[in-house]
């Protein structure tokens, strides 16, 4: 198995001294001499924050590429959250590696995904957050719904005066397309809803879609 070795600190302190970087790549270096795993290379970001993506880091990125593409079969850390800070990109990480046919090796949380064990945690993971976004999506849902029954409008609040939201409900009701409503706005040069003085055919559908929101809300507050 060819390692590919990754150390990262956020610090510039950090980096000066070295003690940090030196630590974890002991740690590689030891796991991969006891598991009889050739350590190809080491990848090192000194003073790179965890939020940045792992794919957006300066060492890391070039790494995931040349993993992808085959040039090595392992990608080792001795702390997980060297590679990943949050759950969401270390999930990211576990299933590009799934996709792509490499591993993913963090030595103290024992997490490796060369072995069946390893390979399990990545469909629990997955599963689990599956799980998560459908229940977020349906809980949004809900209350959207229960909103909107209240007569509370949804979206962003009304910055256009009524009498051009009227003009163009106007238009559009008169047959005019939205690439023509659109070009007589800017003709007349009528500031959009953020203060721009650009019109869109889809700039005319949004306020078209605000007008017939603002209508079903009422429809829905006088039906209560």
């Not at 003073?47 to 070039?62: F, Y």
Request: net charge positive; aromatic share 2%.
């Amino acid at each position: 198995m060819k390692v590919v070795g990754y150390c990262r600190v956020s610090t510039g302190r950090q980096a000066d001294s070295g003690a940090g970087l030196e630590a974890q790549e002991a740690s590689i270096r030891t796991a991969c001499d006891s598991r009889g795993w050739e350590l190809v290379r080491v990848a090192v970001d000194p003073a790179v924050s965890a939020s940045k993506r792992p794919e957006d880091r300066p060492e890391l990125g070039p790494v995931l590429d040349a993993l992808d593409r085959g040039e090595a079969d392992v990608l080792m850390v001795a702390k997980v959250d060297r590679a990943a800070r949050s759950t969401l990109d270390l999930l990211h990480l576990l299933q590009r590696a799934e996709k792509r046919g490499w591993a993913f090796v963090a030595l103290d949380v024992m997490l490796d995904t060369s072995t069946p064990v390893g390979e399990l945690v990545v469909t629990i993971s997955g599963a689990i957050a599956r799980w998560e976004r459908r229940i977020i999506g349906q809980r949004t849902a809900e209350a959207l719904a229960v909103k909107k029954a209240q007569g509370i409008r949804l979206g962003r609040p009304v910055a256009l005066s009524e009498d051009v939201r009227n003009r163009i409900m106007n238009m559009r009701t008169t047959g005019n397309s939205l690439r023509a409503i659109a070009d007589t706005l800017n003709a007349e040069q009528v500031p959009t809803a953020q203060g721009g003085g650009k019109w869109h055919a889809s700039t005319v559908r949004a306020v078209l879609t605000s007008v017939e929101l603002d209508a079903a809300s009422a429809s829905a507050a006088s039906a209560a």
